[in-house]
């Protein structure tokens, strides 16, 4: 009796103990997990990632990079010239022509090295083969010919962009072109008035009434009927400056003319012209032509280079479509530019009290700038004859 007890006793703590090494089917809660400890004072506590910002470029720096907004995206190489960060430079736009890059108008229109030498900074947008074979800037259509829409406003975004991105003189913006891009640059200093100041425009077309590819090649071809609805507007353009070859055979030197024709169909009041002619240092004769309204200021600046073709004239062998024998384009333009500003549109001034009269110098023009407290700029004027 007792071995058969002690037979049952084992089998009953076999079974036990099979049944507790068995996994159990029984789904348990977690124990509660310890208090977690502060941390230590010297343990590093990991922040949020926060979205890089693009970096002002350096001077000197020719940077490619690309800008993106709701109406596409381009490609752009930009220029910093040598000298202070601290300077608010002006910005010159460069539209670069058919079967060009922003590299080669670059290199072509030697426009860096006169950034150097006068102290502005150079956009060169590139348009993009998926937009056009030729990379031509689809000047010709609708959509790209008005303000808010198309390739303007995707030109005058990135314009804009570098404006901040550089921190540039917003009241010193420029754009000019070749070809296409003197057509488009036409286009889009018109759209935007209040972003460029001037326009210049070599080997281009004032595009008129112009929707279609065969009446964009019948207007290089001979020129823009003076009739067009655009040309008769009295809207009064931008300051132009305008270089165009007489041998020109890819767009008619008669479209030179177009400029012309709409500044003195935008005015009741005869324009004073003067013409200079001269020989640049290679050989090549000109005439300038320079339109003045009656307060003597400059709306118009024409150059008719003769015995130039399609190319810029004065530019370099490096870039394509250059004509090295020519007046300097690239040189004359960017002096037209930085004779220009927008005048300064704000609300008056307030007057100087007595002891910040004292401090600060004094310009009728601008007002009176100096230090305020901790530093921050003040602005006033130094009596009411000087509100503007």
């Known amino acids: 009796m007792k071995a058969t007890r002690r037979a049952r006793k084992g089998h009953s703590q076999l079974v036990a103990f099979l049944h507790a090494s068995a996994p159990s089917q029984v789904k348990r809660a977690k124990p509660p997990s310890k208090r977690a400890k502060p941390p230590s ?12 910002k693009p970096l002002r470029p350096q001077p000197g720096s020719f940077v490619n990079e690309i800008f993106k907004d709701a109406q596409g995206w381009l490609s752009y190489k930009l220029y910093t010239p040598h000298g202070s960060t601290r300077r608010r430079l002006p910005l010159v736009v460069m539209l670069h022509g058919c079967k060009q890059t922003a590299s080669d108008f670059a290199a072509g229109t030697d426009m860096n090295a006169l950034a150097n030498e006068l102290g502005f900074l150079v956009l060169y947008p590139e348009q993009a083969a998926s937009a056009n074979l030729a990379r031509c800037w689809n000047w010709h259509r609708t959509v790209n010919q008005r303000r808010g829409m198309g390739e303007p406003a995707l030109i005058a975004g990135l314009t804009r962009h570098v404006v901040t991105l550089c921190k540039a003189n917003a009241a010193r913006v420029y754009i000019a072109g070749i070809s296409a891009g003197g057509a488009a640059a036409a286009i889009v200093g018109a759209a935007y008035p209040d972003l460029f100041v001037a326009i210049g425009v070599h080997s281009g077309i004032a595009h008129g009434n112009i929707s279609t590819l065969v009446q964009a090649h019948s207007a290089m071809k001979n020129g823009v009927n003076a009739e067009s609805d655009v040309l008769r507007s009295k809207t009064a353009p931008l300051p132009t400056i305008v270089f165009h070859g007489d041998q020109d055979g890819t767009v008619h030197p008669a479209n030179a003319t177009g400029f012309v024709s709409r500044l003195q169909r935008s005015s009741d009041i005869p324009l004073d012209v003067r013409e200079v002619t001269g020989r640049s240092d290679g050989g090549r004769n000109f005439t300038r032509s320079v339109y003045r309204n009656g307060d003597g200021k400059v709306l118009l600046e024409s150059w008719m280079i003769h015995g130039s073709g399609h190319a810029w004239s004065g530019g370099k062998v490096t870039g394509s479509y250059t004509d090295p024998a020519g007046p300097d384009a690239s040189r004359e333009i960017a002096r037209f530019f ?13 007057a100087c009290p007595p002891d910040r009269r ?29 509100e503007t």
């Open 41 to 52: 004072k010297r343990a590093k506590t990991r922040l949020p990632k926060k979205a890089s």
């Open 338 to 350: 930085l004779a220009r500003r927008r005048s300064p549109r704000h609300k008056a001034l307030p």
């Open 358 to 386: 004292a401090r600060g110098g004094h310009d009728k023009r601008f007002g009176e700038t100096g230090q305020g407290q901790g530093g921050s700029p003040w602005l006033c004027r130094a009596s009411p004859e000087d």
